[in-house]
T-cell receptor
Framework: DQQVKQNSPSLSVQEGRISILNCDYT??????FLWYKKYPAEGPTFLIS?????DKNEDGRFTVFLNKSAKHLSLHIVPSQPGDSAVYFC?????????FGTGTSLTVIP | KAGVTQTPRYLIKTRGQQVTLSCSPI?????VSWYQQTPGQGLQFLFE???????NKGNFPGRFSGRQFSNSRSEMNVSTLELGDSALYLC???????????FGQGTRLTVV
């Protein structure tokens, strides 16, 4: 049972434009959400997080939005750069366990 | 500060064999989690250890087991390997769920 879902396996965006990656979750007990970025042959690296008491968190070009009523999380990258091309995983935690989505492969076209 | 170290990086095993993977967490991190990554399945949670105790377990058969030592290093064992066990196995350490998890580079296991 996939409690965290990323329904878009891939996304292509022009350099300089906005990339929007989406994530849905089913467990209302999740209280902390994270985004990870993964390059081939490397482990995922932490990108940005948000607590359930907030609806937005911004860090440079990366902004995460949380809509608790819709159980929806999104990551905005503005402006997108070719180096952002990677697989992005969203994750949620309740207690000590992280639940990950299946990932979205982002390609930023120069 | 050294990152999470997983050994070996690559492994080829035959069906029916067993395998042990190792993970050294970031110094000071007592929580170690293991994940299996396969195409289309994302990161599937295997188990999490904290202070040598398994706190959480995912939905995997009993062939998958793990342990954690007093220095927080962890090992994962898979017995009676099946072709479907071929995957990237990732280890992550953290101070707690609010701190995020730091991943190693993974062990690529191929079962032939």
């Amino acid at each position: 049972d996939q409690q965290v879902k990323q329904n878009s396996p891939s996304l292509s965006v022009q350099e300089g434009r906005i990339s929007i990656l989406n994530c849905d979750y089913t467990n209302s007990m999740f209280d902390y959400f994270l985004w990870y970025k993964k390059y081939p042959a490397e482990g995922p690296t932490f990108l940005i997080s948000i607590s359930s008491i907030k609806d937005k968190n911004e860090d440079g070009r990366f902004t995460v939005f949380l809509n608790k009523s819709a159980k929806h999380l999104s990551l905005h990258i503005v402006p997108s750069q070719p180096g952002d091309s990677a697989v992005y995983f969203c994750a949620a935690s309740a207690g000590n366990q992280f639940y990950f989505g299946t990932g979205t492969s982002l390609t930023v076209i120069p | 500060k050294a990152g999470v170290t997983q050994t070996p990086r690559y492994l080829i095993k035959t069906r029916g064999q067993q395998v042990t993977l190792s993970c050294s967490p970031i110094s000071g991190h007592r929580s170690v989690s293991w994940y299996q990554q396969t195409p289309g399945q994302g990161l599937q949670f295997l188990f999490e250890y904290f202070s040598e105790t398994q706190r959480n377990k995912g939905n995997f058969p009993g062939r998958f087991s793990g342990r954690q030592f007093s220095n927080s290093r962890s090992e994962m064992n898979v017995s009676t390997l099946e072709l479907g066990d071929s995957a990237l196995y990732l280890c992550a350490s953290s101070l707690g769920p609010r701190e995020g998890a730091f991943f190693g580079q993974g062990t690529r296991l191929t079962v032939v």
